[in-house]
């Protein structure tokens, strides 16, 4: 999980350096650690929850009767009454522009100077669904058209896939929360979306069990059975005619569904979504779909435990 000084967390957030002293050693709610130099390092998450914070204050709320709740209450708040992060677009879409100017022709130097000026000054997640995500979809739908070259396709794809890696070994390996496995089924070899997914649960306090493109029905169920899975999350960027999908679904609802219950979503999955549904298995459209469903059933998982 990235981290921020509290200069940044300052203009992140709308709030002075002043408030947020104040509001972390009064009320405890924030838990910033001490870098090398001893500069307090705040996480994603702190920016989250001072935003949230600084929302329901904006509706009337006093931080004194919100800090009551203690963090992990507020945090649990926070993730239930979230949206997807919504970034100026005007700035982000000159930004877009920007790197894909630099992929025609491949000016690598610029690309990644640019890429990594802009993901490194932002919370990961608004990074994620403002430039990463939205980077991919450009150079794919191109790649798709015959406009970019496969090589440029992939090297833009590794540089994504590199960063939403390196945010996710930021966090601390949980010991609690719901069990979730995330990856694709056979013959779908096309991880972003995957791997979104499997950020974007991690920072919502999931156990998160990432398996890659192109995962065996078998394995799946092996691994589910291991580590008693709560929930499977599957990606389908494709549903390409040389995939036996009316067989797959049929297996994994034999085979995963007796085990825990099976969402899948992309692009892919909207293809097959009658074969899905008909299987009992949902089809998720997008990633405001999926908090929202999340959330849901993270309540009912914790009122049965």
């Known amino acids: 999980m990235n981290t921020h000084r509290i200069q940044r967390v300052a203009k992140l957030t709308g709030l002075s350096k002043d408030v947020i002293r104040v509001w972390e050693k009064r009320y405890e709610i924030l838990k910033p650690r001490r870098g090398p130099n001893r500069y307090r390092l705040y996480t994603d998450e702190d920016v989250a929850l001072l935003r949230y914070l600084k929302r329901e204050m904006d509706k009337g709320a006093s931080i004194g009767s919100l800090a009551e709740n203690g963090r992990e209450e507020l945090i649990r708040q926070m993730r239930e009454s979230s949206v997807l992060p919504a970034v100026s677009e005007s700035p982000m879409e000159k930004l877009l522009d920007d790197l894909m100017d630099c992929l025609k022709p491949l000016d690598l130097v610029n690309f990644e100077r640019k890429l990594n000026g802009a993901v490194a000054v932002i919370p990961f997640e608004d990074a ?11 150079v794919g739908q191109l790649w798709h058209e015959g406009q970019m070259d496969i090589s440029i396709e992939h090297y833009v794809t590794k540089q994504v ?36 997914v499997a950020y974007f649960c991690r920072i919502r306090g999931c ?27 599957l990606s389908i960027t494709v549903a390409n005619s040389e995939n036996p999908w009316e067989s797959i679904i049929k297996d994994l609802s034999e085979e995963i569904l007796p085990l825990c219950p099976i969402w899948v979503g992309g692009a892919g999955a909207q293809q097959v979504k009658h074969l899905l549904e008909a299987h009992h298995i949902p089809v998720l459209a997008d990633l405001e779909m999926l908090e929202k469903k999340l959330f849901s059933w993270y309540k009912k998982l914790a009122q049965r435990s």
């Not at 601390?172 to 791997?195: L, Y």
């Open 128 to 138: 994620m669904f403002a430039i990463l995500l939205p980077l991919q979809k450009r």
């Open 161 to 196: 896939q590199q960063k939403i890696f390196t945010a996710m070994n930021q966090f601390r390996i949980k010991e609690e929360g719901p069990s979730i496995i995330v990856g694709c089924p056979p013959g779908e070899n096309h991880e972003i979306g995957a791997q979104s």
């Open 207 to 233: 156990r998160v069990y990432y398996l890659g493109g192109d995962v065996p029905i078998s394995s799946l169920a092996g691994l589910c059975k291991k580590v008693h899975s709560d929930l499977v999350l």
